[in-house]
């Protein structure tokens, strides 16, 4: 268990989100998210920034204690090839002449914007490259005066320079400015006009020490296919935005928390089968890892459309649109409905699922389950403790029903098959409910929902059990008053390969909660200025 939640609630900036016509104490600003700067109803901050290599660091150093993890740094792969249903992967050494080949049933390749193996598959990476260049500077900054002013994720829409500046741990702070067409980026990155460039805007930087100094042209790509056989991409080798919201090392994450356990379900080969409908076992189908690519790509083009929007938001020349847009936005975050919008959704919003490996037919299918504090026994002991949902949820598959038991909801046969992939129940008692009488007549485990937020979530959707996955997506639910046993024989369809994916639903069912506000919010506008 590589388990990284509580060591980084104290290894991140909390913040919030501000969208500025210039810098302060000048401007006005036009979205006002300062409010993000808590937790979310995941269980984690709303938005909190991160120092990358050091959480990279922490993450190999758990890694490294597992036995059957190797850890190779400074290696690059310089072959790739798929033979006898397996894939020979060749590295070396960077700098080295002797290479080593390993043999494995399925590669995850990780290997950048640059990778080689998607070069090696032949994957066209699909998009373009922005023509503009920013320059991104990491600075050490002691200067309080400077952590006052921009104490939020700042996007400053200024029509003299685009630029964004947000506060990271360890008394970092990054500033990513739009350079003009007439700047040179081997001018620019001299640390005597990055300074100056840093005094146009109002920092001190007599109070700061430059760590870093980059000019970088982002990119908007995305990979046609995910998966080529026994090879898959994740994180920048399938696809890269614009860092405007700071999504690349969280959609990587994303990536692998999506594909890994449908990896480890797919290696794991034959499954017994309790249900009547299956007299023996059955293989894993490997259409679960297909539907990787149809629940990852279309959140990526919803991050990076966002990404882009922003973008051009930020930067506008023409001073009617700049008007229009501070008009538009300025009025939106104070108009009711669109103001949450604004300030949470436009920033990343719920990354929900529309297609894949789904009962598409239940209600709330697809969702990201909301994760609240509980109340449990701790193992081999008759105390109660107050933890995060996900503490007790484990890394499986996970049946959670409210008020009844899972008896009652499925068959003996139905359990026992959910048995057999590693599927846990849990009994969700009310806030105030006797912990230890309930757990002591419960084959389940038990928990008391502290703050009513999964009674809230199992009443809005008219349920009694939901079904989820080990990402925590829901897979399915059991409507309230009705048996289960249909859930479990559609998972028992989709794991066996003799019921098709979750099929694609319409783009505007993807979208329109990411378009209809923006054309809300220009209506109101046409409206005010005829």
């Not at 320059?135 to 006052?148: I, R």
């Not at 003996?412 to 008692?429: D, R, T």
């Not at 007549?441 to 008219?462: P, Y």
Request: neutral net charge.
């Amino acid at each position: 268990m590589i388990d990284l939640g509580d060591w980084l609630d104290s290894h991140i900036h909390k913040c919030g989100f501000e969208l500025r016509t210039a810098s302060p104490p000048g401007g006005t600003v036009l979205v006002d998210a300062s409010g993000m700067a808590t937790r979310c109803k995941y269980g984690c901050q709303q938005l909190a920034t991160i120092h990358q290599p050091t959480v990279e660091e922490k993450l190999r150093e758990r890694v490294k204690f597992f036995p059957n993890v190797q850890i190779y740094l400074e290696h690059e792969v310089t072959n790739l090839l798929e033979e006898n249903g397996l894939v020979a992967v060749t590295v070396r050494r960077v700098g080295g002449t002797r290479p080593e080949t390993f043999h494995c049933k399925y590669v995850l390749a990780c290997d950048g914007g640059r990778s080689f193996v998607r070069r090696k598959l032949g994957l066209r990476y699909k998009g373009n490259q922005l023509n503009e260049q920013w320059l991104v500077m990491d600075v050490v900054s002691q200067d309080e005066d400077t952590a006052q002013k921009w104490p939020n994720a700042t996007v400053v829409c200024s029509p003299d320079r685009t630029f964004l500046t947000v506060a990271l741990p360890q008394n970092l702070r990054r500033f990513e400015m739009l350079l003009h067409d007439s700047e040179k980026a081997a001018q620019t990155v001299r640390e005597s006009e990055a300074a100056r460039l840093l005094s146009d805007v109002g920092v001190d930087v007599h109070k700061l020490i430059f760590k870093r100094r980059m000019v970088y042209k982002f990119h908007a790509r995305q990979v046609e296919h995910w998966r080529k056989s026994r090879v898959l991409l994740a994180g920048d080798a399938a696809h890269c935005m614009p860092p405007i919201k700071g999504q690349g090392m969280c959609c990587g994450v994303e990536d692998a928390a999506n594909v890994c356990w449908k990896l480890a379900m797919t290696l794991r080969g034959n499954m017994k089968c309790s249900l009547q409908s299956c007299s023996s076992g059955y293989e894993v189908a490997e259409q679960i890892l297909d539907s990787y690519q149809k629940e990852r790509s279309p959140w990526i083009e919803r991050m990076t459309a966002q990404n882009l929007i922003v973008r051009q938001l930020s930067s506008l020349r023409n001073p009617l649109l700049r008007f229009v847009r501070d008009i538009t936005l300025f009025l939106g975050d104070r108009c009711p409905g669109v103001k949450n919008w604004l300030r949470y959704e436009m920033y990343k919003g719920s990354p929900d699922l529309f297609e894949g490996f789904l009962e598409h037919n239940s209600i709330g299918s697809g969702e990201l389950f909301p994760q609240p504090y509980i109340q449990t026994m701790v193992a081999a002991s008759e105390v109660a403790s107050t933890k995060l949902l996900d503490k007790v949820l484990g890394y499986g598959w996970s049946l959670l029903v409210y008020r009844r038991s899972a008896g009652d909801v499925l068959s003996v046969s139905s359990l026992q098959e959910l048995e057999n992939i590693g599927c846990q129940a849990l009994h969700i008692l009310p806030r105030g409910s006797d912990l230890t009488t309930a757990q002591q007549n419960s084959k389940e485990i038990a928990i008391v929902d502290m703050e009513d937020k999964l009674k809230g979530w199992f009443r809005q959707h008219l349920v009694d059990a939901v079904l989820l996955r080990p990402d925590r997506f829901v897979f399915g639910t059991v409507q309230s008053g009705c048996s289960g046993d249909h859930l479990v024989e559609t998972l028992h369809a989709m794991l066996s390969g003799t019921r098709p994916l979750a099929p694609e639903q319409p783009n505007w069912q993807r979208y329109w909660p990411f378009v209809v506000p923006f054309v809300i919010v220009f209506c109101i506008i046409l409206f005010f200025m005829l």
